[in-house]
């Protein structure tokens, strides 16, 4: 079974064998260091301890030579050795020292020395001493020098030779461990060299093994820029054989994505195409083609401005200009006009992208041109309305008048009953035709504004009054607060808000109950809040409660149905002031309708 290792345990392992193989030489290097030094250490001592036993014996000698000496000699000799006999104790004294730091046979043996040594120090002062009492009995120290003479051989022969033999197989120990000590340098410095050879081959091996590995990744990522086939995967376990996987993983995945883009870009019905920092096309879709009229081949290297008006050159300029600025926007759109073959418009919406590493505009480009022509079509068909609906249903309204007034005869019961039916019928189908052109009006962007400064309190006025008939008629009550704010508004615009909402609430609120209008300022703007005591909205549709035809549950519920456009008219009337309006439930009970307008500085 082959064994797989990872760049990082390759490393590991071609670091970590010569570290552990050079402690080991050092430890075999230390060992053999500290025998040499143990072996000098003991030939040190045995050369010092050889030493002292020599300047015993010489001392020995000389106090020998003192007490054979005549008084005249004697007096001669003693002059500049005075004091022998302490110098003969401090020589057994530093022996009886090394002594100690010696094996316990020699220990022995110096302490016999010492201890002779002593006693034939002891005989010697006694025939010093019988010379200078008793010069004329040589006889008597004849027999002391013979004493002495023995015990004298003695101590010269005790240990001596021991001495010397130590010292001699100590001295050729020292010779042999230090021969060994320098094989085994040289051998160890033989073994590393030979250890850092065999590393440095080892490392050259690993890294141009890597290098053609890592060479052919990238080798890889070359050919898929290119486009061409890869090289076959890496068979080895390591991290460059993982990393080739994964590269070849991606490269499948972006393979696989770049297929999937160009199909979405080949069928996308939105003109997709890319743009040189020159504006000039460098790539088109085909919905590009069928959108312009032109082949590919006719775009390619043409400036996008070719293609729109005169008059929108400069605006499509500007509009690639700061998408390239540092600061400017990545990702925008814009509406233009564009010119297809033979001159025909075609009406777009325009997103670009700008890459400043490709210096590449990406463009994709949204014919609404079916969307404009419908917006065309709604407003004439506002404008037809506007004139062929508004006016029969304003000539009707007046011929149900007239009836009603008698001025085309009297009518019976039954006939103003029903003349007071039609004219209540024509005159919501009057009111809903308006509501639905103003509504598109707003919408189409036909609606203007009489902005000026207008007092609130006048719009709360009007607004009340609108709505008081119909409040007296059901039996609620309109409480407006005075104020004098000033608001920057349409003044007929707003007071048709406010009438709407209170109409409104005063259509929920029941008998006997009150419509409180108020208002506040808080910063730019000013809040007016209109409440009422009625059931309130359900929680579900007060995000809806806003939208066209979208009425309360309630209010079918109790027979006060609408058209359902009145709450939509009044958010786009505050919207186009550029307020909000919303409506929340009071916890006291009841709805509280609040919208917002720009107050007057």
């Given at each position: 079974?082959?064994?797989?290792?990872?760049?990082?345990?390759?490393?590991?392992?071609?670091?970590?064998?010569?570290?552990?193989?050079?402690?080991?030489?050092?430890?075999?290097?230390?060992?053999?260091?500290?025998?040499?030094?143990?072996?000098?250490?003991?030939?040190?001592?045995?050369?010092?301890?050889?030493?002292?036993?020599?300047?015993?014996?010489v001392?020995?000698?000389?106090?020998?030579?003192?007490?054979s000496?005549?008084?005249?000699?004697?007096?001669?000799?003693?002059?500049?050795?005075q004091?022998?006999?302490?110098?003969?104790?401090?020589?057994?004294?530093?022996?009886?020292?090394?002594?100690?730091?010696d094996?316990?046979?020699?220990?022995?043996?110096?302490d016999?020395?010492?201890?002779?040594?002593?006693?034939?120090?002891s005989?010697?002062?006694?025939i010093?001493?019988?010379?200078?009492?008793?010069?004329?009995?040589?006889?008597?120290?004849?027999?002391?020098?013979?004493?002495?003479?023995?015990d004298?051989?003695?101590?010269?022969?005790?240990?001596?030779?021991?001495?010397?033999?130590?010292?001699?197989?100590?001295?050729?120990?020292?010779?042999?461990?230090?021969?060994?000590f320098?094989?085994?340098?040289?051998w160890?410095?033989i073994?590393?060299a030979?250890?850092?050879?065999?590393?440095?081959?080892?490392?050259?091996?690993?890294?141009?093994?890597?290098?053609?590995?890592?060479?052919?990744v990238?080798d890889?990522?070359?050919?898929?820029?290119?486009?061409?086939?890869?090289?076959?995967?890496?068979?080895?376990?390591d991290?460059?054989?993982k990393?080739?996987?994964?590269?070849?993983?991606?490269?499948?995945?972006?393979?696989?994505?770049?297929?999937?883009?160009?199909?979405?870009?080949?069928?996308?019905?939105?003109?997709i195409?890319?743009?040189?920092?020159?504006?000039?096309?460098r790539a088109?879709?085909?919905?590009?083609?069928?959108?312009?009229?032109?082949?590919?081949?006719?775009?390619?290297?043409?400036?996008?401005?070719?293609?729109?008006?005169?008059?929108?050159?400069?605006k499509?300029?500007?509009?690639?200009?700061?998408?390239?600025a540092p600061?400017g926007?990545?990702?925008?759109?814009?509406?233009l006009?564009?010119?297809a073959?033979?001159?025909?418009?075609?009406?777009?919406?325009?997103?670009a992208?700008?890459?400043?590493?490709?210096e590449?505009?990406?463009?994709?480009?949204?014919?609404?041109?079916?969307?404009?022509q419908?917006?065309?079509?709604?407003?004439?068909?506002v404008?037809?309305?506007t004139?062929?609906?508004?006016?029969?249903?304003?000539?009707?309204?007046?011929?149900?008048?007239?009836?009603?007034?008698?001025?085309?005869?009297?009518?019976?019961?039954?006939?103003?009953?029903?003349?007071?039916?039609a004219?209540?019928?024509?005159?919501r189908?009057?009111?809903?035709?308006?509501?639905?052109?103003?509504?598109?009006?707003?919408?189409?962007?036909l609606?203007?504004?009489?902005?000026?400064?207008?007092?609130?309190?006048?719009?709360?006025?009007?607004a009340?009054?609108l709505?008081?008939?119909?409040?007296e008629?059901?039996?609620?009550?309109?409480?407006?607060?005075?104020?004098?704010?000033?608001?920057?508004?349409?003044?007929?615009?707003?007071?048709r808000?406010?009438?709407?909402?209170?109409?409104?609430?005063?259509?929920f609120?029941?008998p006997?109950?009150?419509?409180r209008?108020?208002?506040?300022?808080?910063?730019?703007?000013?809040?007016?809040?209109?409440?009422?005591?009625?059931?309130?909205?359900?929680a579900?549709?007060?995000?809806?409660?806003?939208?066209?035809?979208?009425?309360?549950?309630?209010?079918?519920?109790?027979?006060?149905?609408?058209s359902?456009?009145?709450?939509?008219?009044?958010?786009?009337?505050?919207?186009?002031?550029?307020?909000?309006?919303?409506?929340?439930?009071?916890?006291?009970?009841?709805?509280?309708?609040?919208?917002?307008?720009?107050?007057?500085?």
């Amino acid at each position: 079974m082959k064994l797989r290792l990872s760049l990082s345990q390759k490393v590991l392992i071609l670091v970590a064998v010569p570290i552990v193989v050079q402690w080991g030489l050092l430890f075999w290097l230390q060992r053999s260091e500290s025998e040499a030094d143990r072996v000098s250490d003991r030939a040190q001592h045995i050369s010092e301890l050889a030493s002292a036993l020599v300047r015993l014996r010489v001392d020995l000698l000389h106090v020998i030579m003192m007490a054979s000496a005549s008084k005249k000699e004697i007096g001669l000799f003693m002059a500049p050795h005075q004091g022998f006999g302490t110098v003969i104790e401090e020589d057994c004294a530093e022996l009886a020292r090394l002594a100690r730091e010696d094996t316990t046979d020699r220990r022995e043996a110096i302490d016999q020395l010492k201890k002779e040594t002593l006693e034939l120090l002891s005989e010697l002062l006694e025939i010093k001493k019988s010379a200078d009492e008793t010069p004329n009995d040589i006889d008597g120290r004849s027999l002391l020098w013979l004493s002495v003479r023995k015990d004298f051989s003695h101590v010269l022969s005790t240990e001596s030779s021991g001495f010397k033999l130590d010292a001699v197989a100590v001295a050729r120990e020292r010779q042999v461990l230090q021969a060994k000590f320098r094989r085994e340098q040289l051998w160890i410095t033989i073994f590393m060299a030979c250890m850092g050879a065999l590393t440095a081959v080892s490392a050259l091996y690993l890294s141009r093994t890597t290098a053609l590995r890592l060479g052919k990744v990238i080798d890889n990522a070359y050919r898929l820029v290119s486009g061409r086939p890869l090289n076959p995967m890496l068979s080895d376990g390591d991290d460059i054989a993982k990393l080739d996987k994964v590269f070849h993983e991606m490269a499948l995945t972006l393979r696989e994505a770049s297929r999937k883009e160009h199909a979405l870009v080949e069928n996308a019905r939105d003109a997709i195409c890319s743009l040189d920092g020159a504006l000039k096309f460098r790539a088109v879709n085909p919905a590009g083609e069928i959108l312009l009229r032109y082949p590919e081949k006719d775009l390619l290297g043409q400036s996008i401005t070719n293609f729109v008006p005169e008059a929108e050159a400069a605006k499509t300029r500007t509009f690639f200009e700061s998408l390239k600025a540092p600061d400017g926007t990545t990702n925008s759109a814009i509406e233009l006009q564009m010119q297809a073959l033979a001159g025909l418009p075609i009406y777009c919406l325009l997103s670009a992208h700008w890459s400043s590493e490709e210096e590449t505009f990406f463009v994709v480009v949204h014919d609404v041109t079916a969307s404009r022509q419908a917006e065309q079509l709604r407003q004439e068909v506002v404008v037809m309305v506007t004139h062929d609906l508004r006016t029969p249903l304003a000539t009707l309204q007046n011929i149900l008048r007239g009836v009603r007034a008698g001025t085309y005869g009297q009518l019976d019961a039954k006939g103003s009953e029903y003349i007071s039916v039609a004219k209540r019928n024509a005159e919501r189908m009057a009111n809903l035709v308006n509501d639905l052109l103003d509504i598109e009006k707003a919408k189409s962007g036909l609606m203007t504004l009489d902005r000026q400064e207008v007092p609130l309190n006048d719009c709360f006025t009007a607004a009340c009054e609108l709505a008081s008939g119909f409040a007296e008629e059901m039996h609620v009550k309109i409480q407006a607060s005075q104020t004098d704010l000033l608001v920057n508004a349409d003044q007929d615009r707003v007071t048709r808000v406010l009438a709407n909402l209170v109409s409104n609430s005063v259509k929920f609120s029941p008998p006997g109950g009150t419509v409180r209008v108020a208002a506040r300022r808080e910063g730019a703007f000013i809040y007016t809040a209109v409440d009422d005591q009625g059931p309130g909205i359900p929680a579900d549709q007060l995000q809806h409660i806003f939208e066209r035809f979208r009425q309360a549950e309630t209010s079918s519920k109790q027979g006060k149905g609408g058209s359902g456009l009145g709450l939509t008219i009044c958010q786009l009337i505050v919207e186009l002031h550029g307020g909000k309006i919303w409506a929340e439930n009071l916890p006291t009970g009841g709805s509280r309708f609040v919208f917002t307008l720009p107050a007057m500085d």
